[in-house]
T-cell receptor, first 112, second 117 residues
Framework: ETGVTQTPRHLVMGMTNKKSLKCEQH?????MYWYKQSAKKPLELMFV???????ENNSVPSRFSPECPNSSHLFLHLHTLQPEDSALYLC???????????FGQGTRLTVV | AQKVTQAQTEISVVEKEDVTLDCVYE???????LFWYKQPPSGELVFLIR??????QNEISGRYSWNFQKSTSSFNFTITASQVVDSAVYFC??????????????FGQGTELSVKP
């Protein structure tokens, strides 16, 4: 596999469920990101991990919990979400320097 | 604060027409990067171009061209002889200068381009 891969591609969950989104990059990058793309809104940066350490948390509610076990994998653990959390969640990676980000295809999340 | 504005929410053209997507940005920093990404229906953002704030040269890549004007804080994108495959949402983005990492981006709202045969 190449590039940035996200699973699952689609997810429907109830407000009391717990689920996880997975992102894997095969580019040898050392920084990974979670973005949220809601309808009618710009993409919003949620979390930044550099060298497996969280370097930024953009005031994201605690019902979203990221995990970066190594430089190739990034997870977003979800629990007790709200319907307004329904969105496309995109993962990206960079090599940490002034280069462009590579994005995955996203997970389309629907909270019912 | 940094901000990116893409005033055109939707554009519809007929194949072979030229189309320009506008992008205006705000930043107090002197060093920054500007980007354009394409988002086809499949969802992933595809990188198109990165421009350093010190490099105001326009760039052409095939049917794509970019006009960076620092004086007006604009970074416009033109597709010449548009094709149906160009239909997508296009995002302009500005890098956050604090970390100066290519992944920390401030995005515009996006312009949905529809190219009809």
């Amino acid at each position: 596999e190449t590039g940035v891969t996200q699973t699952p591609r689609h997810l429907v969950m109830g407000m009391t469920n717990k689920k996880s989104l997975k992102c894997e990059q095969h580019l040898g990058h050392n920084a990974m990101y979670w973005y949220k793309q809601s309808a009618k809104k710009p993409l919003e940066l949620m979390f930044v991990y550099s060298l497996e350490e969280r370097v930024e948390n953009n005031s994201v509610p605690s019902r979203f919990s990221p995990e970066c076990p190594n430089s190739s994998h990034l997870f977003l653990h979800l629990h007790t979400l709200q319907p307004e959390d329904s969105a496309l969640y995109l993962c990206a990676s960079t090599d940490g320097t002034d280069t462009e980000a590579f994005f995955g295809q996203g997970t389309r999340l629907t909270v019912v | 604060a940094q901000k990116v504005t893409q005033a055109q929410t939707e554009i519809s053209v007929v194949e072979k027409e030229d189309v320009t997507l506008d992008c205006v940005y705000e930043t107090r920093d002197t060093t920054y990067y500007l980007f354009w990404y394409k988002q086809p229906p499949s969802g992933e953002l595809v990188f198109l171009i990165r421009r350093n704030s010190f490099d105001e040269q326009n760039e052409i890549s095939g049917r794509y061209s970019w006009n960076f004007q620092k004086s007006t804080s604009s970074f416009n994108f033109t597709i010449t002889a548009s094709q149906v495959v160009d239909s997508a949402v296009y995002f302009c983005a500005l890098s956050d200068p604090i970390y100066n990492q290519g992944g920390k981006l401030i995005f515009g709202q996006g312009t949905e381009l529809s190219v009809k045969p």
